[in-house]
DNA sequence: GTGAAAGCGCTAACAA
DNA sequence: TTGTTAGCGCTTTCAC
């Protein structure tokens, strides 16, 4: 059974295949009668407009990719989620593609979305990204570029994030509300922007306030760094009143400290961190966070990339505000 | 800045569209001085090939779509993560859509696909699919399709799933060998064939085995009825001496209610899941449990579709194996 | 070795 | 109101 296409209904109708294509498209000069026929046929047969003719006659396609570390990870997997879901509602497709959080990849990512002429290209960029003028280039092309949660420190560009600083003085100020002493604040590599971000106006919030104490700063890459740092931290005669999460990653190691010590929040510890969201609901009591939803991030990423579409030409920064999600564990 | 194409190649180097088109491919009748001219110079102007051109032109693409009830899930997430780079080194892309668990919203999805001329369609249903006429329509188009985790019941299609039957045998067999006596297991949905298969085979192996003692079998559709339901169980006088959970969502409530009792895994309790993998480290002692994983179905179902692409007509159904990986839960 | 030309399915300016 | 035609960028057959 061969492909249904305009000349096949145009035969079978006795019309030129202008006129079915009109009528398909409920062109005005076309008569209502001739439009029933054609749209009559046209559902029998099942037709199907080939989307690589139209896209090549138009010279635009309907398809945004998203170019993203890994998707596994909680926080893409809710920006995604949101993400696919505005794009659908826009008739509009999502291709992923993963960097591996390797520049390399990353760079054929970049070719393969011009070589499919994407309508427009999410990015969230990989650690060691510091070269961003192949996306820049992307202009020359009018492919529409936005950074998302991990973006380049420089460049003019259009940028939607988690608005870190505000959940990080969140964080403190909660901190700060609840009187809170001997504060253990475990963050993430140090290298990052984001961590840089986050420790800055978290320690500052405390100097604002003139807070009579002061926290006790860790960094660490992994979950596991931080579990063992927390077990060390522990075992100390003077264990920390609470522990401030600057991450997903870090809540889980350090949760499994306190799980192994068998220390029951809130009583025996206070917990706070910075969160996707999900993992807080695993423990009980459900653990306290500033929320850094992906969800946000999304619609806010979308926006911003249909203005582009629509002719914006200067560049946005765009940061999503924080919340702070009551659990127990404070 | 206007698009490079071949006639624009052509044009600067005075060669006809064809000759160029054949240096970039290497066509052995093209002498190696105007290869290399031409190369030289495509890659001076960044000439990439115009994807819907050429798709058109074969009839044919690249692109491969997933068609699933939600990306925030883990299960799906592994086994995207894992499709997406397999594609992607057989130079193909993803699509992704989400069905939001709606059939409408599904056969949209497969409207969508059919527009777009995909190369072929990864599907896990939604609860309520019944009907796949319109799945198995697509052969018509010679678009094939791979059924993936959720798989419909009947009709004659690919399938690959994660054995729930050896994966619940697994589970039970663990448990008869470590002797286990007083066993709650919780299993999810009862409508669900998953939940009917995983349940069915876990029973009978106790069965098999003439073991001496039946786990006491309950059902539920969420995280928060598993949760209440253990927390009285727990309440009991005479408690459960293991919690077998069918899924990581019953896993995670069972964990909040023993986490809240304050009982500690293996010595108070012990505590058995089939799951994805990644639950089972946030706790301590991490737990135990039968992997069902996505990165391992992704494989399978990615081979199936090259097979199917490689012309390869008959259907086939694969599953794939489990495993135990040892927590110290148990 | 290279070029001319047809055609993939569709849209839209122009004709009738 | 409907039809004719050119052309989007590419591949490929056939001719030179």
Tied chains: 1, 2.
Excluded at 47 to 64: H, K, M
Excluded at 107 to 118: F, G, I, P, S
Excluded at 237 to 249: R, W
Excluded at 262 to 276: C, H, Q, T, V, Y
């Amino acid at each position: 059974m061969s492909e249904v296409t305009l000349k096949k209904l145009a035969d079978l109708l006795n019309l030129s295949i202008s006129t079915v294509s009109r009528a398909l498209k409920d062109h005005e000069d076309i008569s209502a009668e001739t439009k029933n026929r054609v749209k009559e046929l046209a559902l029998i047969l099942d037709y199907e407009p080939n989307t690589y003719a139209v896209n090549l006659r138009n010279n635009f396609s309907r398809e945004f990719a998203v170019i993203i570390p890994s998707i596994a990870n909680d926080f893409y997997q809710s920006f995604i989620s949101s993400l696919e879901k505005e794009a659908r509602l826009n008739s509009y497709s999502l291709i992923i593609l993963q960097s591996g959080d390797d520049p390399q990849t990353e760079l054929e990512c970049v070719k393969r979305c011009k070589q499919n002429r994407v309508a427009g290209i999410f990015v969230s960029i990989t650690q060691k990204t510091t070269d961003i003028s192949h996306f820049l280039k992307l202009a020359e092309s009018h492919i529409p570029v936005v950074f998302f949660d991990k973006v380049p420190a420089s460049g003019f560009c259009n940028k939607v994030c988690v608005d870190d600083i505000s959940a990080a003085r969140l964080s403190a100020e909660t901190l700060i509300l609840k009187k809170k002493k001997g504060i253990l604040a475990i963050f993430g590599n140090e290298q990052l922007s984001i961590t840089q971000k986050r420790l800055d106006a978290f320690k500052d919030t405390f100097s604002l306030h003139n807070y009579d104490a002061r926290p006790d700063i860790y960094h660490t890459n992994s979950s596991a760094g931080a579990y063992h740092y927390t077990m060390e931290q522990l075992a100390l005669p003077q264990q920390p009143d609470v522990i401030f999460c600057m991450s997903d990653e870090i809540l889980i190691g350090v949760m499994r400290a306190v799980q192994t010590v068998g220390l029951r929040p809130p009583a025996d510890i206070g917990i706070l961190a910075i969160s996707e969201g999900q993992i807080p609901t695993f423990y009980f009591p459900q653990i306290t966070y500033v929320e850094t939803s992906g969800f946000k991030l999304a619609k806010l990423a979308f926006s911003r990339m249909l203005g582009c579409l629509a002719g914006s030409t200067q560049v946005q920064e765009l940061k999503t505000e924080s919340i702070i999600v009551e659990g127990g564990s404070l």
